[in-house]
């Protein structure tokens, strides 16, 4: 899968955030509930220090809520964290971000001073939406292009907050590779940079394993196929997706099954559990070992 984000950019991006992260109290980072570890900014364990953070799990509503607990226990293990989930048109519940934020902040005696806030959020992950139901009117732009950069603003919240909305050009992780295969699966990664025809497969062979159930009973199929290929064409019978010559259109199916998984039809769904990414993040680095050792070796002869 090629995906490119432009080196000058997160070169600037990282700048921005390095120069800005000192000044502020709090920092709310916005994922998507799906998948808390691949939506998370790569930059912010990076350059927190000890700046606390608020994560929150939003699109609570597509997600697993059996596996969204295991990731807010998990994300809580880190010091100077706390997780929540949050949906959509949850004004009071939004708020409750801000009370939390007063919290977690109220030992440094900032209760009369304004309470400096970043807000950060790879693209789609529902960013915009939080910060007009924080101010209670349409402060920035909501949309599903991801990537779309923007100038930072200040925005006044209640109780003296202030919220510095970052631009918009933040990468997402990319690594392990499945990273990107999920962030795809959700659309945080725009289409034209990656081959959505492998996205659908990745997403159909994940379906199969993890929720065999939401499969059979949306594509009235029993017994479920093999894999994530019969999948694919067993759909296409269903729904009588067929090309020329009677062959499946199995684009057509790709972009059916990717935007029934992503609007909920098949019922909630969580891409990542803190158990599968910690696997692949070990396997990742004995890959990488391995190609270090093997490049040392080429060097030496
Ligand atoms: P961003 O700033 O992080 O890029 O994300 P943005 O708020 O633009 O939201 C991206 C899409 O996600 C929008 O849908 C938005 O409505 C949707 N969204 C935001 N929060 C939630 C949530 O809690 N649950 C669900 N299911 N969706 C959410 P869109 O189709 O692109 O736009 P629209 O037609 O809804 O305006």
């Known amino acids: 899968m090629a995906i490119n984000w432009f080196p000058g950019h997160m070169h600037k991006a990282r700048k921005e955030i390095k120069k800005v992260m000192p000044q502020m109290d709090l920092i709310i980072e916005v994922v998507d ?4 570890f691949s939506s998370e900014n790569p930059l912010v364990p990076a350059l927190r220090q000890d700046t606390p953070v608020i994560k929150v799990l939003n699109k609570r509503d597509l997600a697993d809520p059996g596996v969204t607990r295991l990731w807010l226990d998990h994300l809580e ?10 949906t959509h048109n949850q004004r009071a519940e939004a708020l409750d ?3 939390l934020a007063r919290d977690m902040t109220a030992h440094r005696n900032l209760e009369r001073s304004a309470l400096r806030v970043m807000i950060l959020g790879i693209p789609n992950v529902g960013k915009s939406t939080l910060i007009n139901t924080l101010a209670g009117r349409p402060i920035a732009r909501t949309g599903n ?15 003296n907050i202030l919220l510095y909305d970052t631009p918009g050009f933040l990468w997402p992780k990319l690594s392990p590779e499945s990273c990107g295969y999920r962030l795809a ?3 945080a990664i725009r289409s034209a940079v990656l081959e959505f025809d492998d996205v659908a497969l990745f997403a159909a062979d994940y379906l199969l394993v993890t929720y065999p159930d939401a499969v059979r009973t949306r594509y009235n199929l029993d017994p479920l196929p093999a894999d994530g ?5 067993a759909i296409a019978a269903r729904r009588n997706f067929y090309g020329r ?5 199995l684009h057509k199916v790709a972009e059916v099954l990717l935007n029934e998984l992503r ?7 969580s891409l990542e559990t803190p158990t599968l990414v910690a696997q692949e993040t070990r396997e990742e680095q004995a890959r990488k070992t391995e190609r270090d050792i093997q490049k040392a070796a080429r060097r030496r002869t």
């Open 33 to 36: 509930a799906r998948i808390p």
């Open 77 to 86: 293990q880190e010091n100077g964290v706390r997780a929540i989930t949050l």
């Open 97 to 99: 971000i801000l009370r």
């Open 145 to 159: 292009e991801p990537a779309v950069t923007r100038a930072q603003q200040i925005i006044k919240l209640p109780d």
């Open 185 to 187: 699966v959700t659309g």
């Open 229 to 233: 290929v019969a999948l694919m064409d």
């Open 245 to 249: 010559g009677g062959i499946p259109d």
């Open 263 to 269: 609007s909920g039809k098949l019922g909630p769904v």
